[in-house]
């Protein structure tokens, strides 16, 4: 039976630097990539990022990034991780369109890969080996979107 990781990269038990990554035998998808804002911050520090140095042991393992919304302490992080780790993002059209924003503003559109829009109930088959339901939430940001991950080795 094929075992289910879940790696907190940031947001646990903090506001802010949302990043979460399911690994299933040799694949792993990233959710959300979010920044934080430091309450106390030495001299220039206006923003903290997840440490994606992590994920370098599993590169080849990395098969897509999924944003839940666009709220900075889901996208902020974005460019900084589409440049250590190129993958296609899925999001609601909206989130695409905050995302694309952020990434223009580092001046890397033509060189990311191409998006993803999910649709209402969108079912990503594309990602092997657990396929996942984008859902609609209700919450104060238009198109938020839950991550329902529906693997086949089931959880435990």
């Known amino acids: 039976m094929s075992k289910i990781e879940i790696i907190p990269l940031g947001g646990i038990g903090e506001f802010g630097m949302n990043c979460m990554g399911i690994r299933v035998d040799d694949e792993m998808i990233i959710v959300d990539a979010g920044m934080g ?3 106390e911050t030495p001299y220039g520090v206006d923003i903290s990022i997840p440490n994606f140095d992590f ?3 599993y ?3 990395l098969t897509a990034l999924i944003l839940t919304h666009g709220h900075e302490d889901h996208i902020g992080a974005l460019p900084y991780f589409l440049k250590k780790f190129n993958l296609p993002v899925y999001a609601s059209r909206f989130t695409l369109a905050l995302a694309d924003k952020r990434l223009s503003e580092h001046k890397m559109l033509a060189n990311v890969l191409p998006t993803k ?3 209402r109930f969108y079912l990503i088959r594309q990602m092997r080996p657990f396929p996942a339901e984008h859902l609609q939430n209700v919450m104060l ?3 938020l979107r839950k991550f329902l991950p529906k693997p086949k080795a ?3």
């Open 55 to 57: 994920l370098d042991e």
């Open 117 to 119: 829009v999910f649709s």
């Open 154 to 156: 089931g959880f435990s």
């Open 59 to 61: 590169a080849s393992d």
């Open 141 to 143: 940001f238009p198109r």
């Open 37 to 39: 804002f430091p309450e």
